[in-house]
Protein backbone atom coordinates (compact mmCIF):
# COMPACT_ATOMS: atom_id res chain seq x y z
CA UNK A 1 0.00 0.00 0.00
CA UNK A 2 1.68 3.36 -1.31
CA UNK A 3 1.16 6.79 0.56
CA UNK A 4 1.08 9.87 -1.12
CA UNK A 5 2.10 12.62 0.81
CA UNK A 6 0.87 16.16 -0.20
CA UNK A 7 0.41 19.53 1.24
CA UNK A 8 -2.72 20.28 2.27
CA UNK A 9 -5.96 22.12 0.88
CA UNK A 10 -8.76 23.14 2.47
CA UNK A 11 -10.89 20.28 0.85
CA UNK A 12 -8.99 18.54 3.07
CA UNK A 13 -10.38 20.13 6.28
CA UNK A 14 -13.33 17.51 7.55
CA UNK A 15 -11.49 14.65 7.19
CA UNK A 16 -8.23 16.05 9.15
CA UNK A 17 -11.06 17.19 12.01
CA UNK A 18 -11.85 13.76 12.03
CA UNK A 19 -8.26 12.29 12.36
CA UNK A 20 -7.44 14.46 14.43
CA UNK A 21 -10.40 13.31 16.92
CA UNK A 22 -9.97 9.54 16.03
CA UNK A 23 -6.53 10.09 17.30
CA UNK A 24 -7.54 11.54 20.64
CA UNK A 25 -10.69 9.05 20.78
CA UNK A 26 -8.16 6.36 20.59
CA UNK A 27 -6.17 7.05 23.47
CA UNK A 28 -9.16 7.97 25.80
CA UNK A 29 -8.20 12.29 25.06
CA UNK A 30 -10.85 13.33 23.95
CA UNK A 31 -11.91 16.83 26.21
CA UNK A 32 -14.08 19.34 24.71
CA UNK A 33 -12.62 21.36 22.31
CA UNK A 34 -10.55 24.51 23.56
CA UNK A 35 -7.79 26.42 22.69
CA UNK A 36 -5.15 23.76 22.67
CA UNK A 37 -6.44 22.34 19.64
CA UNK A 38 -8.15 25.60 17.90
CA UNK A 39 -4.80 25.33 15.41
CA UNK A 40 -7.45 22.21 13.73
CA UNK A 41 -9.86 25.28 12.58
CA UNK A 42 -7.28 27.33 10.89
CA UNK A 43 -4.75 25.04 9.19
CA UNK A 44 -3.95 28.13 6.48
CA UNK A 45 -2.79 30.43 9.37
CA UNK A 46 -1.72 28.44 11.74
CA UNK A 47 0.51 26.40 9.45
CA UNK A 48 0.83 27.44 5.61
CA UNK A 49 1.55 30.92 6.57
CA UNK A 50 5.08 30.57 5.30
CA UNK A 51 6.09 29.69 8.48
CA UNK A 52 5.13 26.42 8.51
CA UNK A 53 4.32 23.45 6.67
CA UNK A 54 0.76 20.72 6.84
CA UNK A 55 0.55 17.57 5.09
CA UNK A 56 -1.67 14.88 4.21
CA UNK A 57 -1.33 11.11 3.10
CA UNK A 58 -3.11 9.28 1.34
CA UNK A 59 -3.75 5.95 -0.06
CA UNK A 60 -6.70 4.98 -2.47
CA UNK A 61 -7.43 9.05 -2.36
CA UNK A 62 -8.46 8.41 0.93
CA UNK A 63 -6.44 10.72 3.66
CA UNK A 64 -5.40 8.49 6.39
CA UNK A 65 -2.27 10.09 8.24
CA UNK A 66 -1.58 13.33 8.79
CA UNK A 67 0.92 15.96 10.94
CA UNK A 68 2.27 19.30 10.44
CA UNK A 69 4.36 21.86 11.99
CA UNK A 70 4.73 25.63 12.94
CA UNK A 71 7.15 28.70 13.76
CA UNK A 72 7.83 29.12 17.28
CA UNK A 73 11.35 30.73 16.66
CA UNK A 74 13.67 31.21 13.46
CA UNK A 75 15.40 28.12 14.41
CA UNK A 76 12.67 25.61 15.98
CA UNK A 77 9.89 24.49 15.08
CA UNK A 78 6.80 22.99 17.25
CA UNK A 79 5.43 19.39 15.52
CA UNK A 80 1.86 19.05 16.09
CA UNK A 81 -1.21 17.16 14.80
CA UNK A 82 0.71 13.67 13.81
CA UNK A 83 -2.44 11.37 13.18
CA UNK A 84 -3.01 7.95 11.35
CA UNK A 85 -6.30 6.42 10.98
CA UNK A 86 -6.42 3.58 13.58
CA UNK A 87 -7.30 1.00 10.12
CA UNK A 88 -4.26 2.46 8.45
CA UNK A 89 -2.00 2.04 11.50
CA UNK A 90 1.91 -0.19 11.48
CA UNK A 91 2.09 0.47 8.18
CA UNK A 92 4.80 2.99 8.64
CA UNK A 93 2.49 5.98 7.59
CA UNK A 94 3.65 8.06 10.66
CA UNK A 95 7.08 7.68 10.22
CA UNK A 96 6.95 8.98 6.45
CA UNK A 97 5.06 11.74 7.58
CA UNK A 98 7.53 12.55 9.85
CA UNK A 99 10.07 11.93 7.50
CA UNK A 100 8.62 14.84 5.08
CA UNK A 101 8.24 17.12 7.78
CA UNK A 102 11.52 16.96 8.74
CA UNK A 103 12.49 17.57 5.28
CA UNK A 104 10.74 20.25 4.94
CA UNK A 105 11.19 22.10 8.05
CA UNK A 106 15.36 21.86 7.51
CA UNK A 107 14.98 23.43 4.01
CA UNK A 108 12.76 26.25 5.47
CA UNK A 109 15.82 26.25 7.90
CA UNK A 110 14.69 25.24 11.09
CA UNK A 111 16.88 23.46 13.70
CA UNK A 112 15.17 21.24 15.61
CA UNK A 113 11.65 20.33 16.56
CA UNK A 114 9.72 20.12 19.81
CA UNK A 115 6.17 18.81 20.55
CA UNK A 116 4.05 17.22 23.29
CA UNK A 117 2.23 14.58 23.65
CA UNK A 118 0.34 12.29 26.22
CA UNK A 119 2.15 10.09 28.51
CA UNK A 120 -0.31 7.43 27.29
CA UNK A 121 0.18 8.13 23.81
CA UNK A 122 3.02 4.78 23.57
CA UNK A 123 2.87 4.29 20.00
CA UNK A 124 3.54 8.42 19.90
CA UNK A 125 6.19 8.37 22.04
CA UNK A 126 7.96 5.24 20.60
CA UNK A 127 7.90 6.90 17.02
CA UNK A 128 9.41 9.92 18.48
CA UNK A 129 12.19 8.25 20.67
CA UNK A 130 13.25 5.85 17.61
CA UNK A 131 13.93 9.14 15.47
CA UNK A 132 16.25 10.86 18.10
CA UNK A 133 13.80 12.96 20.19
CA UNK A 134 14.64 13.41 23.67
CA UNK A 135 12.19 13.64 26.94
CA UNK A 136 12.88 17.12 28.31
CA UNK A 137 10.09 17.59 30.76
CA UNK A 138 6.23 17.95 31.22
CA UNK A 139 3.49 20.59 30.95
CA UNK A 140 0.24 20.80 31.56
CA UNK A 141 -2.39 20.62 28.32
CA UNK A 142 -6.35 20.82 28.97
CA UNK A 143 -6.45 18.30 31.80
CA UNK A 144 -3.64 16.16 31.12
CA UNK A 145 0.09 16.38 31.99
CA UNK A 146 1.93 16.26 28.85
CA UNK A 147 5.42 15.07 28.06
CA UNK A 148 7.70 17.03 25.92
CA UNK A 149 10.40 16.21 23.53
CA UNK A 150 12.93 18.06 21.53
CA UNK A 151 14.91 17.16 18.30
CA UNK A 152 17.83 19.04 17.24
CA UNK A 153 18.13 17.98 12.96
CA UNK A 154 21.63 16.49 11.60
Do not use: C
Not at 27 to 53: H, M, Q, T
Not at 101 to 130: I, V
Amino acid sequence: MTLLIRRYVEADHARVLELHLLGLKQFDAVSPRGSWDADVDDIEGVYLNGKGEFLVGETDGKVVAIGGFRWKTDKVAELKRMRVDPEYQRRGFGQAILDELEKRAKSMGYTSFFLDTLPHMAPARSLYSKNGFVQTGTKKVGRWQAVLYEKTFE
